[in-house]
């Protein structure tokens, strides 16, 4: 059975940093694409990151680029979302997601996280 675990979430500051991360059982994923995605309360799930298979291409959504960096060891099948300069509007369930399609986001990815909540004040 596939499982994607998160960690990392927390409460932070605005202006805080938080490093996220991903792990994934029951298959190996070096393969395939991975993705972060969000969901602020009483919003739809959106975007954030996603990278290719090996790390080599990466995509962000407007509102994070510059701040945020996904990565990934493929190693221990772990992918990783570095969150620096956080505002209050960072705020949200984080989900890690695998495989899709992976063409300037991740679209419709097989498996999903569980998410992990992230919470900054301003």
């Known amino acids: 059975q596939v499982q994607l675990v998160e960690s990392g979430g927390g409460l932070v500051q605005a202006g805080g940093s938080l490093r996220l991360s991903c792990a994934i059982s029951g298959r190996t994923f070096s393969r395939y694409p991975m993705g972060w995605f969000r969901q602020a309360p009483g919003k739809e799930r959106e975007f954030v990151a996603a990278?290719?298979?090996?790390?080599?291409?990466?995509y962000y959504a407007d509102s994070v680029r510059g701040r945020f960096t996904i990565s990934r060891d493929n190693a221990k099948n772990t992918v990783y979302l570095q969150m620096n300069s956080l505002k209050p509007e960072d705020t949200a369930v984080y989900y890690c997601?695998?495989?899709?399609?992976?063409?300037?986001?991740?679209?419709?990815?097989?498996?999903w996280g569980q998410g992990t909540q992230v919470t900054v004040s301003s």
């Open positions: 990278t290719s298979w090996n790390g080599g291409s990466t």
């Open positions: 997601a695998a495989g899709g399609v992976f063409r300037t986001t991740l679209r419709d990815p097989d498996y």
